[in-house]
């Protein structure tokens, strides 16, 4: 149900930050 769906699309949401912080970082 949608509790499914936010609960997805949350992790995905931290995953992208994470990738842009270590790019952040890398530079």
Do not use: D, K, N
């Not at 149900?1 to 530079?27: C, P, W």
Request: aromatic share 8%; glycine share 8%; net charge neutral.
């Amino acid at each position: 149900g949608i509790v499914v769906f936010a609960s997805v699309m949350a992790t995905l949401g931290f995953q992208i930050l994470l990738e842009s912080a270590r790019q952040l970082i890398a530079q």
